[in-house]
């Protein structure tokens, strides 16, 4: 290639460029890297928009190394991201903070340093914490160190001259026989050293001067080009997902597919500052291909399940026409609308695609789903039942052993609900929730028949067959069924019995207790009989913290701080709501439980005084008491 072909294409290029061709070989650096190149590089640097260097003592070579390359100038370590134009130096963040030091540390790191060393040095404001607000110069050792040398050579040029002049001055006063011109020489050479270190710290404080001129040149320049090369980066990024999408509307996806590339784990792939060619387009398109496909079948599952939705809300005006139609213990033992929406004969009306009653398939349908809906009052019956039968397993006089047998549950589903729903559950897998969360399946054939209606009645309307339900922490309360299952139901919960909570083994004994004492049997009938006894029952062994009334509502705080002269209801609401880690659970029962529920018209047996290792159990207790308190602010706050 001719010279001047080199050189005409070396002024298109841009400084980081020229800089590795000036080290390809030494026919290449002879051409740029000596001064008559001086041209090329100035055009080379206004091809960027570099400003033009007021300092004289840096190279064009120099300026392209330290603003384009990325090698500490200290150690050779690469990536190094810091650079300081004041100082003329790019370090790593360990040479960095070994070497940039303020003026007290400066001198104390080195030995002997000259006096004029400092004000011959370059100098920077930045910190290597980014902290200086006083404006305080910071030297680089290593630069400091060299000046001070360089000054002490010049020194020594000086007192060499002194010493040939002491040398050149005696004899000529005494007389001697002295060459005219060797005194002229030594005073000259002595002029001259002097004027060489005068002339040599004037340069470098021009030098200083000139560098934080260009500093701040520099960092202008530094970031008007991140900006721009931000915006060039943009347009191009436009450019290349521009000519991605034609590609991918060429080849038949629409607009949604190509818009759910921009949050996908291809992403990275599209969003690049670089043009887009064939070969990168053959590397990167089976990825996209591939997650296009699979967000497709998301998308449509999406549908499909929005469309299920739509059409599971369009029957409930249906079923609230028919539960409104019920009454009494009908409308009370009625099932929520998520279990009456998977009986085998609902699920035709909703679930598949399409599907939309009119008012003569509805009517149709309605003789078999009430027949169904009888079905489904007796299975969460026997669910009730069943989950008082484990609660109170260890309770003998409560549960009849043959009735447990009776009541066990089916090791298999014998006629499950919800076939169609769960269908279309496993063959849409792509599906972001789950199909069964539209409704709550059951078992319309666990439904005990060997237990008669007569034992199922017996057994749910004992006094302490009650269970927990309520839609808040403190809006608990205990209800028999069938209150229960309407109370949940009516809560928007599905109001089977998994849903509600039995009362632990320690307020159901003290109950029978209560009883027993009363003269009263185990029937729900009871319950009005305890209230009409009037204000005899109270919360023995409570010790409530006042410290924690501010954190209840203020209609709770009676029935929660008052531990006295109780109605049988205020009784049972202190209980689950100061209590319920003890009344609220089906937690085994904690021995020697120091909390109490008692009838006050009868004498009890004095507690006996309890041994030393009872009285550290007690004591912890009452300390697991009050993590209970913390609990409960903790979760009045929440």
């Not at 990536?79 to 100082?87: H, K, S």
């Not at 629409?254 to 690049?272: G, K, R």
């Not at 085998?344 to 009306?349: G, I, N, T, Y």
């Amino acid at each position: 290639m001719p010279l001047d072909v080199l050189v005409e294409i070396s002024r298109h290029l841009d400084p980081p460029t020229l800089l590795a061709m000036s080290r390809a070989n030494k026919m290449m650096r002879n051409v740029f890297a000596c001064r008559s190149a001086a041209p090329i590089w100035a055009i080379v640097r206004s091809n960027v928009y570099l400003p033009e260097l007021e300092s004289t003592d840096l190279s064009e070579m120099q300026l392209a190394s330290l603003i384009f390359e990325r090698n500490c100038h200290l150690c050779g370590r690469g990536r190094a991201v810091i650079v300081d134009y004041a100082l003329r130096r790019r370090w790593c963040k360990a040479c960095q903070r070994a070497n940039l030091n303020n003026v007290s540390r400066t001198r104390n790191a080195i030995d002997d340093l000259h006096p004029k060393a400092l004000q011959c040095s370059l100098f920077t404001h930045h910190s290597a914490s980014g902290c200086n607000w006083a404006k305080k110069p910071y030297y680089c050792l290593t630069d400091v160190q060299a000046i001070s040398d360089r000054l002490y050579e010049l020194d020594e040029d000086i007192q060499a001259a002194q010493r040939d002049m002491a040398k050149v001055k005696p004899l000529h006063k005494r007389g001697k026989h002295v060459k005219g011109d060797e005194l002229d020489d030594a005073e000259g050479a002595y002029d001259r050293a002097v004027a060489g270190l005068e002339a040599f710290v004037a340069q470098r404080q021009d030098i200083i001067a000139a560098s934080q001129k260009d500093a701040a040149a520099l960092v202008t320049w530094e970031r008007s080009s991140l900006v721009s090369r931000k915006e060039a980066g943009e347009v191009a990024r436009k450019a290349r997902k521009a000519a991605i999408k034609a590609k991918l509307l060429t080849l038949g996806y629409d607009e949604a597919d190509c818009n759910s590339l921009h949050w996908s784990s291809v992403a990275n792939l599209i969003d690049q500052p670089t043009q887009l060619t064939d070969a990168i387009w053959a590397r990167i398109s089976p990825k996209i291909f591939t997650h296009l496909e699979a967000e497709k079948q998301r998308r449509l599952a999406r549908e499909r399940e929005r469309q299920l939705r739509a059409r599971y809300n369009a029957l409930k005006p249906r079923y609230e026409a028919l539960l409104s139609t019920q009454h009494g213990l009908a409308h009370t033992t009625f099932p929520s609308y998520s279990v009456f929406s998977t009986l085998p004969s609902v699920e035709p009306l909703w679930v598949p695609e399409g599907a939309a009653p009119t008012e003569d398939e509805w009517g149709a349908a309605l003789p078999a789903i009430l027949k169904e809906v009888d079905t489904a009052r007796r299975v969460i019956k026997v669910g009730y039942a069943r989950r008082f039968v484990n609660a109170v397993a260890e309770v003998e006089a409560l549960v009849d052993a043959a009735l447990v047998g009776k009541l066990e549950e089916p090791g298999e589903p014998v006629r499950p609900t919800g076939i169609l729903l769960r269908s279309a559950a496993v063959a849409d897998e792509t599906a972001y929730a789950s199909y069964e969360y539209f409704g709550k399946t059951i078992d319309l054939g666990d439904t005990a028949d060997t237990a008669t209606d007569d034992e199922l009645g017996g057994l749910l309307n004992q006094l302490v067959a009650r269970f927990a339900c309520g839609g808040g922490f403190y809006n608990k309360g205990l209800e028999h069924y069938p209150e229960a299952h309407g109370r949940l139901r009516d809560s928007h919960c599905t109001g089977l019995a998994e849903f509600s909570t039995s009362p632990s083994l320690v307020l159901i004994r003290q109950e029978l207790d209560i009883l027993e004492r009363a003269g009263l049997p185990n029937d729900r009938s009871s319950m009005a009989k305890l209230e009409g006894l009037g204000p005899v029952f109270e919360c023995y062994g409570c010790d409530v913290n006042p410290r924690l009334r501010p954190f209840y509502p203020q209609t709770l705080v009676a029935a929660v701080f008052k531990s006295k002269a109780l109605l049988w209801s205020e009784a049972v609401s202190h209980a689950l709501k100061q209590h319920w880690r003890q009344y609220l659970s089906n937690w085994a029962e904690e021995p020697g439980s120091r909390v109490e529920i008692r009838l006050t018209t009868v004498t009890y047996p004095a507690t006996p005084t309890p041994p030393p290792e009872a009285a550290d159990a007690e004591r912890d207790v009452a300390g697991l008491d009050s993590d209970v308190g913390s609990h409960q602010v903790s979760r009045a706050g929440q």
